[in-house]
């Protein structure tokens, strides 16, 4: 473990009763509805490992839904949430699975929201609450929910990844963290961009008429 | 390597608490004011004061239904003046196992320095609040000297029982409430090392063997005798009982016998109380 503050040591305020199977699996839900970017109205949640095997007498379940109804690991509805998410029309199945080479606290979200979106975010908890997303739709990334994040779905061509950086510098934000993956040379990209600060509207929408670029996702910081 | 001795000489080089050699040291690792950090642990302390109370008075039972109404229990008998141990180590007794229970209810507490090991440290800070007369700022400074002392352990050693065992996480709790216990009571510096080396020596090896991998047997219980060795180890040190290891190098050999512990007991519920015929039976039924 490597440096940490006085408030790693006493926190988080949660809801019991495990850091890592409840208040990290509420952490989970909530950044998968954050990728999703609407609220989800439907979904399996594939559950690996000691999910899988412990998950029930963690409140893994109830965890996982509250945070996909937009829940903080705090919030004491967590044990009722099932029951919210069949008011507010979410429905959604749960499943153990066999994940792969994964860590053990992992889940796999396959979520369709309200306006029609589909996504599909893999994500584990790895202790004392904190998470990292795995997955989405396929691409490989990181993202751990700790600074505000770009998710740009784009083409695999030279200066693609530049225009955006270029952006960036224009608008003072400063990248943290970079990772870019693809399908295959010249075909669809990924670039994950972990920023100090929030990136504000306008920029987003400049970067959205970018050539190249078929997708932008902003998530908030957790 | 950080070191909590490095703290004590500071504090007795300059005349100050440990808490205050630590706040000082937080405001520059986290650039904030010494208010906003009092705030934010003030935030800690609330919770935790909601979390007793809700524990004393909650019938709740956790999800397995192994756990809940035992803190009632305890607290009965202490207020009918029964108690064997004292009115004191009683109310201990009782408070921390209402934040353990409250835990494994799915009920709101504060992860100090986990949420297994939620119990220990509020039950001693407010034992002593209730028998003594203590400001909130003197609680507020005692949960800095705790959770500097879990920055310690948790860089040379680890808090968490999948990499240490329960000596990582009651143990440092019980260390962490130690220190805190001394410092809330007017000890020194010096003393709130020794109070913390004496809990964490008498945890060494605990292993973590949670029944069915669940946050229940047998943490919650050993929440309230990790919360009896902390004010054990607190009333040695404020009398002038030392220890001998001092408290990083006890530190040290936690981590050691963490990394020497199998896995099948190391919160895998592979081995200990979990694979006991009861533990078995307990897991076939709930799962």
Excluded at chain 2, 152 to 179: L, Y
Excluded at chain 2, 180 to 208: N, Y
Aim: net charge negative.
């Amino acid at each position: 473990m490597g440096k940490s503050n006085v408030f790693d040591l006493l926190g988080p305020i949660m809801v019991g009763p495990s850091s890592s199977h409840t208040a990290g699996a509420v952490r989970l839900g909530a950044m998968a509805r954050r990728i999703l970017g609407e609220e989800p109205i439907q979904g399996t949640v594939l559950l690996h490992g000691s999910f899988a095997k412990t998950g029930k007498g963690h409140g893994t379940d109830l965890a996982l839904v509250a945070g996909l109804l937009g829940m903080a690991p705090d919030d004491e509805r967590i044990p009722t949430s099932l029951m919210i998410a069949k008011e507010c029309g979410l429905s959604l199945s749960f499943q153990t699975a066999d994940l792969g080479d994964v860590h053990p606290n992992t889940v796999k979200f396959d979520l369709l929201g309200k306006n029609g979106g589909h996504v599909v975010v893999v994500g584990s908890s790895i202790g004392g609450g904190s998470i990292v997303i795995r997955e989405i739709n396929d691409f490989h990334v990181e993202i751990r929910g700790d600074y505000p994040t770009l998710v740009i779905l784009h083409q695999d061509l030279p200066g693609v990844v530049a225009q955006v950086t270029l952006l960036l510098t224009t608008a003072q934000i400063n990248i943290a963290r970079m990772l870019v993956s693809r399908e295959k040379r010249g075909a669809r990209a990924l670039m994950i961009l972990e920023t100090d600060q929030k990136i504000d509207d306008a920029s987003l929408d400049l970067m959205r008429k970018l050539p190249r670029i078929y997708q932008v996702l902003a998530i908030e910081q957790l | 390597m950080s070191a909590y001795e490095d703290w004590v000489i500071e504090a007795e080089t300059k005349g100050l608490k440990i808490s205050e050699i630590i706040l000082q040291n937080q405001m520059e690792e986290l650039e904030q004011s010494e208010q906003v950090l009092f705030q934010r642990m003030n935030t800690n302390l609330k919770a935790m004061r909601e979390s007793v109370e809700a524990g004393l008075t909650s019938k709740r039972r956790s999800l397995s239904g192994l756990v809940g109404g035992d803190a009632e229990k305890v607290e009965e008998r202490r207020k009918r003046g029964e108690s064997l141990i004292g009115d004191q180590m009683s109310g201990a007794i009782a408070r921390a196992l209402a934040v353990a229970e409250v835990n494994a209810c799915m009920g709101k507490i504060v992860a100090a320095p986990t949420a297994g090991s939620c119990g220990v440290l509020p039950a001693v800070l407010f034992t002593i609040e209730a028998a003594r007369q203590v400001s909130e700022h003197e609680l507020l400074l005692a949960l800095f000297t705790a959770a500097g002392l879990g920055i310690i352990i948790a860089e040379r050693a680890s808090v968490s029982g999948a990499e240490g065992g329960c000596q990582a996480e009651i143990g440092s709790a019980a260390a962490m409430a130690a220190a805190a216990a001394v410092e809330l009571a007017g000890g020194s510096p010096r003393q709130t090392a020794d109070a913390a080396a004496i809990a964490m020596k008498s945890m060494l090896g605990l292993v973590c063997d949670p029944v069915a991998g669940l946050v229940e047997v047998p943490c919650v219980k050993r929440n309230a005798t990790g919360a009896m060795i902390a004010l054990v180890a607190a009333e040695m040190a404020l009398s002038g009982v030392e220890s001998a290891i001092p408290i990083d190098e006890v530190i040290d050999a936690m981590g050691n016998i963490g990394k020497q512990m199998p896995c099948a007991l190391k919160e895998t519920a592979q081995g200990g109380l979990a694979v006991t015929p009861t533990g078995r039976r307990i897991q076939v039924d709930f799962l």
